[in-house]
């Protein structure tokens, strides 16, 4: 059943099947994720209509219940697309025509689908962003506790992969913390994007009915309307593309963290281990202990990161106005945003039990992570800063570098003092941004 269909017979309906096939593909699995908004659309949708004449304070409240119904059906899992409906838009109006007749047929007035899809995929993705959001909350505090917790324990830092300078758990910890919060500030952007009204623009170019969108705006929670009707059919897609750059960058952290995770519970590192059931065997050697979860976050988070151009490549060529192009960015970024979202998940679950190694900078092989200690040390003496690094660099050649093998310094951000209510204040600065 479509809205749009005309009576058909014999050869067309067989064509039509073939068609409906290819078009429709898995769509409608991806449109019960929506149900929930459609029907807060529609209900937002039909108040309007009769506030402004178009539907009887009767019609208005048999519509209410029964979409009302639906509703709780939905939250309970009832709630199907029925073999033959093309699309849930068309499941919900086809309900509603079943149960109350001829007022159900009426729901659709002064809107297109191109519009109703529009508001279903911006509430869907709006409380989807605000999941994430709070997701990332609980990793940021999570790190920040473990940051405290370890701040004075010593870690090796690296450049090229070389060993470089002292750092220290708490600054390995709290730098992965401040970085969610640059990622936040993208999702809260993304959500504002989101938080625009385009009910009402119908089909791209705005209704002959007179219709209400401030009402409609401030009745689904939205922010402001897209004003511009042309404009707001031009959102789709463009909508999409923003959540998704949001996503990868917030999984570019993820996925960078899960990488020095696998590097340090490395028998060659040991900087940090985690129980033998949060870990993974082998099949035929028996010692190993594999860091499976933290893998496949890495690989997740990156292809999360390549979601945004699939996005461009996929909507980049085409002129305004609506095309199905659109419909495959459903499948496109749904099934990575709960991708993401189990991601953020299973790092808070394991970093609740991730050991932390001390005393790892005993090892002689790190002394010269104090090399440039040394170099300060000369250069608070009064000799000049290349001198010293020479002076320094000829000890290191000839063997007979010797240090204290102590961290000497500290300033903000660094060991010793590492800015964590700074940083914390920061985070809920931009958090608390999203409605």
């Known amino acids: 059943m479509k809205l749009w269909d005309k009576n058909k017979s014999g050869e067309e309906v067989e064509q039509a099947k073939i068609i409906e096939k290819f078009t429709v593909g898995n769509d409608r699995d991806f449109d019960l994720l929506l149900a929930e908004y459609d029907i807060k659309g529609n209900l ?5 209509l009769s506030k402004v004449g178009l539907l009887s304070e009767e019609e208005w409240k048999l519509l209410e219940k029964e979409l009302l119904l639906m509703l709780e059906e939905v939250k309970q899992g009832k709630f199907i697309i029925e073999e033959g409906v093309e699309d849930v838009h068309s499941q919900v109006e086809f309900n509603l025509t079943q149960k109350i007749g001829e007022v159900g047929k009426k729901i659709h007035s002064a809107r297109s689908r191109n519009d109703q899809v529009l508001v279903d995929l911006k509430l869907f993705l709006k409380e989807e962003v605000k999941q994430i959001a709070q997701l990332t909350e609980k990793l940021f505090n999570r790190l920040q506790s473990l940051s405290e917790e370890h701040k004075d324990k010593l870690l090796p830092g690296y450049t090229h992969l070389q060993i470089a300078m002292p750092s220290s758990f708490g600054l390995w910890f709290g730098a992965y913390a401040e970085a969610l919060t640059d990622d936040m500030e993208l999702l809260v952007s993304a959500y504002n994007v989101t938080n625009k009204n385009p009910l009402g623009s119908a089909a791209g170019y705005g209704s002959s009915f007179p219709i209400d969108r401030e009402f409609t705006t401030k009745k689904l929670g939205f922010d402001t309307p897209n004003y511009n009707v042309v404009y707001a059919q031009m959102t789709r897609g463009k909508v999409e593309k923003i959540v998704a750059m949001a996503m990868a960058n917030l999984a570019g952290t993820l996925s960078k963290f899960s990488y020095d995770v696998c590097l340090y519970i ?113 250069v608070l003496q009064g000799l000049p800063f290349r001198e010293a690094y020479k002076k320094v660099g000829q000890a290191i050649e000839a063997g007979s570098f010797e240090t204290d093998a102590k961290v000497n310094h500290t300033h903000l951000g660094s060991i010793g003092n590492l800015a964590t209510e700074q940083i914390k204040t920061a985070f809920y600065k931009v958090f608390e941004k999203m409605k």
């Open 44 to 48: 937002a949708h039909a108040e309007m």
């Open 266 to 378: 490395n028998q060659n590192f040991g900087f940090v281990k985690f129980p033998d059931a949060l870990t993974t065997g082998s099949s035929i050697m028996p010692h190993k202990k594999n860091p499976d979860v933290f893998e496949l976050v890495r690989a997740k988070s990156n292809r999360i990161q390549s979601l945004p151009n699939e996005l461009i490549l996929m909507t980049n060529n085409l002129p305004s106005g609506y095309h199905r192009d659109w419909q495959l960015t459903k499948e496109i970024l749904f099934p990575g945003i709960e991708s993401l979202k189990d991601c953020l998940s299973i790092l808070d679950y394991m970093l609740q039990y991730i050991e932390v190694k001390d005393g790892i900078l005993e090892d002689p092989k790190y002394k010269f992570l104090f090399s440039v200690e040394e170099v300060n040390k000369e």
